[in-house]
């Protein structure tokens, strides 16, 4: 066994004991706080645990913002994390790694663990939130695995200017349909530009759920002009925005099934890759008649959800 594979078992085993006392949990709400207008809540059914916000006041549970199987916590369940993943075939082997919004962890953590030598930063704005993924999803901080508490586009405000990121995701939509708006702007995307190595990829989560799908789209490919698009089947639309050439469908699947293959992932990114469509391909968007975010014109109708 090589030194990878060596560790990756025993990373495996170490997340694996530190979530064996939620395996033995009864099934049902195991924990529930409140923040903000939501309870945080963790729901276990059988080996599956979910981070659910709650609405305080109508008590809706139906947005899920992380999953985990306790069997096999390297494996996506979400379709859009699976296909958030797709960054690698712009960049199979990123040494720096910066994740806009935390959640349970899921995609750093499977970074973490397939990529022993990358370096993962992510912004998060709730530290509730950060110490449920440690508790309930078994994330370990380290020296590759950091997390600041803090807003995505301040965290980047701060940076050095040679602080590059191969791969940068932006995963901050609510259950609403919406991110903060300061995160989906025209100059917030120059600013990850600035921070994106020369081959770097910028991947980002939206939810097609809130009507401004094709302002998003816009807006990127002012900054990023190979952009390429992946509608997952829980309603996400994952944009995925590089400078350079453009890659065409089958290359796009080639690559995929390589990196399947390669790392051994036991989620399906050779199906996510399938999903892929080309901006032309959207001709329904009317990229024409939508207009560019900027930080100087929010629209009247944008629901800017740090402040519900």
């Known amino acids: 066994m090589n030194n990878q594979k060596y560790w ?16 033995e949990q009864p099934d049902g709400i195991i924990f529930s706080q409140p923040s903000g207008i939501h309870f945080l809540t963790i729901k276990k059914i059988k080996f599956i645990i979910q981070l659910v916000l709650v609405e305080q006041v109508t008590l809706k549970m139906n947005w899920v913002q992380s999953i985990l199987n306790l069997d096999n916590p390297t494996y996506l369940i979400f379709p859009y994390t699976q296909a958030m993943m ?14 806009a919004g935390f959640g349970g962890g899921s995609i ?20 509730s939130i950060l110490s449920i993924a440690q508790k309930f999803f078994g994330v370990e901080l380290n020296d590759r695995l950091k997390v600041k508490i803090q ?24 259950g609403n349909g919406y991110m903060s708006y300061n995160l989906a702007t025209k100059e917030f995307y120059e600013l990850c530009d600035r921070h994106l190595s020369k081959s770097g ?4 989560n939206t939810l097609n ?10 807006t990127i490919k002012t900054v990023f002009p190979s952009i390429y698009i992946c509608h997952t089947t829980g309603k996400n639309t994952i944009i995925i925005g590089t400078r350079s050439y453009p890659v065409n469908k089958a290359e796009i699947r080639e690559k995929a099934q390589f990196i399947q293959d390669y790392h051994q992932f036991s989620f399906p990114l050779v ?9 032309d391909e959207l001709s ?18 944008y629901f800017d959800s740090w402040l519900f």
């Open 151 to 174: 807003d995505g586009r301040e965290y980047l405000e701060q940076q050095d200017r040679d602080n590059l990121y191969d791969i940068m995701m932006i995963d901050v939509a609510f």
């Open 284 to 301: 329904n968007l009317n990229l024409d008649q939508v207009s560019i975010l900027q930080d100087t014109a929010s629209p009247a109708n």
């Open 271 to 279: 199906d996510r890759a399938n999903e892929i469509k080309m901006i």
């Open 8 to 23: 990756q078992t025993k990373n495996l085993e170490a997340i694996k004991q530190r979530i064996s006392w939620v395996y």
């Open 108 to 127: 750093p953590q499977v970074f973490h663990h397939y990529f022993p030598d990358t370096i993962i930063e992510c912004a998060e704005v709730d530290a």
């Open 86 to 99: 797709l960054a690698l075939v712009w960049n199979s082997q990123p040494q720096k790694i910066y994740i």
């Open 201 to 204: 990829v910028i991947i980002v």
């Open 209 to 218: 759920s809130n009507d401004f799908e094709a302002e998003y789209i816009k």
